[in-house]
Nanobody, 124 residues
Framework: QVQLVESGGGLVQAGGSLRLSCTAS????????MGWYRQAPGKQRELVAG??????TYADSVKGRFTISRDNLKNTVYLQMNSLKPEDTAVYYC???????????????????WGQGTQVTVSS
């Protein structure tokens, strides 16, 4: 089992910034991938950004505004969100998986774990 603890969500005005953090603990695979998804009310959960081995994937809607990074020693992944827009409002979920190959969105993986979610609200 892998436990994921997220932090950093909140309320911000359009154009502002937030930084999300997620720390993994428990039985962590030696080769793993971590990322962020989000789910807005009435919409499906969507991939925001993910780091696999050697690759980083971003949703088109956040390219140039969001940056994902990770600290392997701390088993922590970060999402720096700049130039936030009201349409970025959603619950953001941290994701951790055992990784085999490919990109975060279409690669091979298993043992998929989720954080509890953190609310990000961007006011106009």
């Amino acid at each position: 089992q892998v436990q994921l603890v997220e932090s950093g969500g909140g309320l911000v005005q359009a154009g502002g910034s937030l930084r999300l953090s997620c720390t993994a603990s428990g039985t962590i695979a030696s080769i793993n991938a971590m990322g962020w998804y989000r789910q807005a009310p009435g919409k499906q959960r969507e991939l925001v950004a993910g780091i696999s081995v050697g690759t980083i994937t971003y949703a088109d809607s956040v390219k140039g505004r969001f940056t994902i990074s990770r600290d392997n020693l701390k088993n922590t992944v970060y999402l720096q969100m700049n130039s936030l827009k009201p349409e970025d409002t959603a619950v953001y979920y941290c994701n951790h998986r055992r990784y085999y190959s490919g990109s975060y969105s279409s690669g091979r993986y298993d043992f998929n774990y989720w954080g509890q979610g953190t609310q990000v609200t961007v006011s106009s």
